[in-house]
């Protein structure tokens, strides 16, 4: 495999996961479906470029370019951009934001110092103080299960506008990237049907086929590339 991962977990409200990577060589890899918004750092030879990346709902195959260094910063759900929907970044309608000369970024009316892998949560935190980031507690109320202070159309509406995508969507996403960890791990196909909660075999692949690209097979024999990928526990059914 071309590219090398490393991430770690965060203690701050807003932020899921830090990851950063390195590609060794060139290549293609799969990129599976994602539930979550990301702010990215790409540096190539000659390039910087900082991103804000939305989840993405279907896979798709990406060129990857040698000798690359990307770290991100993956936020926790129910974290939210106040100025701009999440729906508009869904799928690929990524925001490139601008870059000044002393390798600072744009964003919110203000210039950043570009965040790195060890300074993730300091520069969050500045973010949540200028009103960039947001975290709706209704989101992680759903997730969890308390659902007793929001009628069914309120979830809807804040999981619309936090995450870009309705709850069910969310479910059938995390359940595969679970599915996927599982199958990584060794695990056989009739273990994770049972493990993830699909019904069947059948269920499984299709599921798997519409939201990373790859049968149970193919991943189980790590045929391919895949994006980045950590251990994660069964999502709750919302």
């Given at each position: ?27 293609v890899?799969?990129?599976?479906a994602e ?8 540096r ?5 470029r900082?991103?804000l990346?939305?989840?993405v709902t279907?896979?798709?195959m990406?060129?990857?370019?040698p ?8 936020f ?15 799928n690929?309608?990524s925001?490139d ?13 203000a ?5 790195t ?8 935190q500045?973010?949540a ?7 709706d507690?209704a ?15 309120s ?6 506008r936090?995450?870009g ?25 009739l273990?994770v ?5 699909y019904?069947d075999?059948?269920?499984l692949t299709?599921?798997l086929?519409?939201l990373?690209?790859?049968?149970p ?9 895949l994006?980045?990928?950590?251990k994660?526990?069964?999502p709750p059914?919302?």
């Amino acid at each position: 495999m071309f590219l090398t991962f490393e991430d770690r977990r965060s203690d701050s409200p807003f932020i899921e996961r830090v990851w950063r990577s390195h590609s060794a060589g060139g290549g293609v890899f799969q990129s599976i479906a994602e539930s979550n918004l990301e702010l990215v750092v790409t540096r190539l030879p000659g390039l910087t470029r900082v991103t804000l990346r939305g989840p993405v709902t279907a896979p798709s195959m990406v060129d990857c370019p040698p000798n690359g260094q990307w770290f991100a910063i993956r936020f926790r759900l129910g974290t939210y951009l106040p100025r701009m929907p999440t729906g508009l970044l869904m799928n690929h309608n990524s925001l490139d934001l601008p870059l000044t000369a002393d390798d600072r970024f744009w964003f919110e009316g203000a210039a950043w110092e570009i965040p790195t892998f060890e300074n993730a949560e300091i520069f969050v935190q500045r973010l949540a103080r200028h009103g960039a980031i947001a975290c709706d507690p209704a989101v992680d109320a759903a997730i969890s299960g308390d659902r007793q202070a929001l009628t069914l159309r309120s979830v809807q509406r804040h999981f619309l506008r936090a995450t870009g995508m309705t709850q069910s969507q969310l479910q059938q996403i995390q359940r595969a990237r679970f599915a996927v960890d599982l199958l990584r791990s060794g695990s056989s196909v009739l273990d994770v049907v049972h493990d993830a909660g699909y019904f069947d075999q059948a269920h499984l692949t299709r599921s798997l086929r519409h939201l990373t690209g790859q049968t149970p097979m193919k991943i189980l024999r790590k045929e391919v590339q895949l994006s980045f990928l950590y251990k994660t526990i069964q999502p709750p059914q919302l």
